[in-house]
């Protein structure tokens, strides 16, 4: 059974920076990538960010490009999320997951428990 352990959340006010970590343990998936996802009140879960299992390729949905940066320790089994320049839509649960396919990034059918980030104007 896979855990996802996500941490680093926390109050920051907006224009700082918050370093996200997510240790998977059990059934590891040793060729998946994995993604960052967050959900604020009220919206849907979405995508934020995507990296492959090799690293090579990394996806980040348009509003974090620039600010965000996904990174990976595969002997670690952890994957990080490097946020900087904050602003407060930034603020939601953030989750991590493997991802079944690169092209669709779907995430599999379970989840940890999500850290939160709220960022204050």
């Known amino acids: 059974q896979v855990q996802l352990v996500e941490s680093g959340g926390g109050l920051v006010q907006a224009g700082g920076s918050l370093r996200l970590s997510c240790a998977a343990s059990?059934?590891?998936?040793?060729?998946?990538?994995m993604g960052w996802f967050r959900q604020a009140p009220g919206k849907e879960r979405e995508l934020v960010a995507a990296?492959?299992?090799?690293?090579?390729?990394?996806y980040y949905t348009d509003s974090v490009k620039g600010r965000f940066t996904i990174s990976r320790d595969n002997a670690k089994n952890t994957v990080y999320l490097q946020m900087n320049s904050l602003k407060p839509e930034d603020t939601a649960v953030y989750y991590c997951?493997?991802?079944?396919?690169?092209?669709?990034?779907?995430?599999?059918?379970?989840w940890g428990q999500g850290t939160q980030v709220t960022v204050s104007s």
């Open positions: 990296i492959s299992w090799g690293s090579s390729s990394r």
């Open positions: 997951n493997f991802l079944n396919g690169w092209t669709t990034k779907k995430p599999y059918d379970y």
């Open positions: 059990g059934r590891t998936f040793s060729s998946l990538a």
